[in-house]
């Protein structure tokens, strides 16, 4: 099978993170037989075509080179905000679906995979190719505030031959504000590094957390249940792995509770080192709200590290446990608290941790994924009709 791979995230050097599971999809399809052309917008000027890792990529020229960051940067939701950003979006999105039409000729592809459904989504749209649209947090959220969003997605993900989600969480918000039949979704994850995350955890380093220091990630609240557990002689260290506008915020918070000399801000740190550092926890705490699906948790879980996380957390509940490997609990300082002694304390949890994440590899294994997007293809070619079967 021969497809186009669209996307608006798409590693450009060894070690970087945009987009890094696309191309652990994609590196997986290719190991299966199957030949993939990736198309990604150029970045700062930096565009036009490339062999990475014995894969075609073609980055899409869409502005003068020192407009080209609207993509790898998070920050295109704000940019089209702008006239000028929404003049290059078009832009980006009309000239990725001339690219796509050209390459399904010239290449004979036989299916378009877009992930997300803005930008990608609509570029295959207007390619009039055979399409398969992924939903992965960020366009879902745009659904839901904007009507003119809404209105377009709707025709984006009705023309789909097929709809996919990474959690269960973004297909029932997807269903609901774009008017698609729930049952028709495809949840599927997207694969993680196994490799790379292959050890288990021995225990004894206290508490993790990994993400971006945002207020969607609710540390604030991490930080009140660490000064409950001291304050009640039952304290643990905390590592926090992550940057962001919040963290000066969080490191006060975490002095004015009394906490700072148990807790330790590392920053955001390369994707190879995060299992060295969060490796041996006891707990892996995973406070957020409304996750597309959380791939920091899934992370621990397959270090087997018991996870506690929130019930309003989103996708994350498709990934932690609600008891054994792992607990929910309201996003509550106390309740969190007490879910975080409970696991770090009993041997059995890190027992259960480590059956959870060997049934999560088997899950997420990008081997395994490639395997399921393979059959989700062929069922996109046979809804779109015999002559592209």
């Known amino acids: ?18 987009g890094a599971f696309i191309e652990r999809l994609v590196l997986a399809l290719t190991a299966r037989g199957h030949g993939v052309h990736v198309v990604a917008p150029a970045d700062a000027g930096k565009g036009g075509k490339e062999l990475r890792h014995q894969v075609p990529v073609t980055r899409v020229r869409y502005a003068p080179a020192r407009r080209e960051t609207l993509a790898y940067r998070g920050t295109m939701v704000a940019a089209v905000r702008s006239p000028a950003g929404l003049l290059f979006a078009a832009s980006l999105i009309q000239r990725q679906a001339r690219v796509v039409a050209r390459l399904c000729r010239e290449e004979q592809l036989e299916l378009v995979h877009a992930h997300w459904w803005i930008p990608g989504g609509v570029s295959a749209w207007l390619a009039r190719r055979p399409y398969v649209v992924t939903l992965h947090g960020t366009d879902v959220a745009l659904l839901e505030g904007s009507l003119p969003a809404r209105l377009l997605a709707r025709r984006v993900l009705r023309g789909a031959a097929v709809v996919t989600a990474v959690s269960s969480y973004l297909a029932e ?8 039949d729930l049952g028709s979704i495809v949840v599927q994850p997207m694969p993680a590094d196994t490799r790379a995350f292959g050890r288990t955890s021995r225990g004894g380093a206290g508490v993790a957390t990994v993400g971006r220091l945002t207020p969607q990630k609710r540390i604030p609240l991490l930080l009140e249940a660490m000064a409950l557990l001291r304050a009640g002689d039952r304290s643990l260290p905390l590592t926090v792995v992550g940057d962001g506008p919040e963290r000066a915020a969080l ?21 190879a080192h995060i299992p060295d550092v969060i490796g041996d926890a006891d707990v892996f705490a995973f406070p957020a709200q409304g996750e597309g699906l959380g791939l920091a948790a899934a992370e621990a879980l397959l270090l087997g590290i018991p996870v506690v996380a929130t019930r309003d957390g989103g996708g994350v509940t498709d990934i932690v446990p609600s008891n054994g490997a792992g607990r929910l609990v309201a996003p509550d300082a106390r309740e969190l608290a007490q879910a975080i002694v409970e696991l770090a304390r009993d ?15 088997r899950r997420v294994e990008p081997a395994a994924v490639a395997e399921r997007f393979e059959a989700v293809y062929l069922q996109a ?8 079967a």
Not at 3 to 9: N, R
């Open 251 to 271: 490191e006060r918070r975490a002095a004015d509770l009394g906490i700072a000399d148990q807790t330790r801000f590392l920053g955001e740190l390369p994707p």
């Open 347 to 361: 041997p059995e949890r890190r027992r259960l941790a480590a059956e959870g994440g060997a049934a999560l590899r």
């Open 173 to 180: 918000r997807a269903a609901r504000t774009a008017g698609l």
């Open 381 to 388: 070619l046979q809804r779109a009709g015999p002559r592209h």
């Open 1 to 18: 099978m021969n497809l186009a791979c669209l996307t608006h995230a798409y590693p450009r050097w060894e070690g970087d993170v945009a």
